[in-house]
């Protein structure tokens, strides 16, 4: 038979078998950029920031960016040597063409606006980029997720299909005058081939400015022929607004592309989230199951310790 003395040292020597004589085992030597203290070194830091970079956001905000500054800025140009052009050349007075001169600042400063508001817009939907992709889960370990943040979320996929909607209207807008500076610009190829035919007077060949609409038919002189239509496009005003609103159209094009992008990249990140807040009720609900198993645990643990 056991006594009790012998039952307490057995139990003594069980709890505390660990008083032995303690032996020191060789670590091996850490490789690579990591200390001892399992701090990253400077490569691994960098390849990791670099990793939790959007860069198809990052792409599309660089597109967008270009396209609104080409758009705005060649655009505000044109406007204005259209201007001066209609008011050398098509429309000698100034009440004529005072509507189209009030239409062409109010367009300026829409485009001001227009700029403006892109600028903000590019660099909003840059940060939810940051802030949705999967690269910075990794970076910052896991973050909650919660209806606000989904609702914002949905809110810049609508706002940027609206956007994407209505710059396709300012690119159709947009390529009206390349189409009229194009006709301007073949009529005058034309007069220019007609020089080396004597049978074929140029004088005939006009190019009416008020059949556009842009200017009443009471305007004076309204048109342009021969000679004169000819000296209107060798002049500076008419090379380089011809070729800006070129470049506005092409950037205006652009703008839709980087939208489209923008488009597409917030519907993953969209449903990116809508899977996290999923994952993330079921994480709570595994935890909770957890946290009561480990509880069973231990007061079974503990009604066990008081019966010995």
């Known amino acids: 038979v056991i006594t009790r003395p012998e039952m307490e040292i057995g139990r003594y020597h069980w709890m505390y078998r660990s008083s032995r004589p303690h032996r020191y085992h060789h670590v091996p030597a850490l490789r690579g950029n990591i200390s001892p203290l399992g701090i990253q070194g400077c490569f691994e830091c960098c390849i990791k920031c670099l990793g939790g970079v959007p860069y198809a956001s990052l792409v599309a905000t660089i597109l967008c960016f270009s396209g609104v500054a080409l758009f705005c800025g060649c655009g505000h140009v044109a406007l204005t040597g259209t201007v001066s052009i209609l008011e050398q050349h098509f429309s000698t007075t100034a009440s004529d063409h005072a509507l189209l001169t009030e239409v062409i600042q109010l367009m300026q400063y829409v485009i001001y606006?227009?700029?403006?508001?892109?600028?903000?817009?590019?660099?909003?939907?840059?940060?939810?980029?940051?802030?949705?992709?999967s690269a910075v889960k990794e970076l910052h370990g896991e973050f909650k997720t919660t209806a606000c943040g989904r609702c914002i979320s949905g809110m810049f996929v609508f706002?940027?299909?609206?956007?994407?909607?209505?710059?396709?209207?300012?690119?159709?807008?947009?390529?009206?005058?390349?189409?009229?500076?194009?006709?301007?610009?073949?009529?005058?190829?034309?007069?220019?081939?007609?020089?080396?035919n004597v049978t074929v007077p140029g004088d005939q060949i006009c190019v009416d400015i008020r059949q556009y609409g842009i200017i009443p038919w009471n305007a004076v002189p309204g048109k342009a022929c021969g000679p004169i239509l000819e000296n209107i496009c060798n002049t500076n005003e008419f090379y380089m607004s011809y070729h800006l609103f070129i470049v506005a159209c092409a950037g205006a094009g652009a703008t839709v592309i980087a939208l489209i992008h923008f488009l597409m990249i917030l519907s993953s990140n969209w449903a990116y989230l809508k899977d996290a807040s999923k994952m993330q009720a079921y994480q709570d609900i595994k935890a909770k199951e957890e946290q009561e198993l480990q509880d069973i645990q231990s007061r079974s643990k503990e009604q066990l310790n008081s019966y010995t």
Do not use: D, R
């Not at 403006?116 to 940051?130: D, T, V």
């Not at 710059?167 to 034309?190: K, R």
């Open 159 to 196: 706002l940027t299909y609206v956007l994407g909607v209505a710059w396709l209207g300012v690119f159709g807008f947009s390529a009206v005058p390349v189409f009229m500076f194009y006709n301007i610009w073949s009529t005058c190829e034309v007069i220019k081939s007609f020089q080396t």
């Open 113 to 133: 606006g227009i700029a403006s508001f892109f600028f903000l817009y590019g660099i909003i939907l840059l940060a939810e980029g940051f802030y949705t992709t």
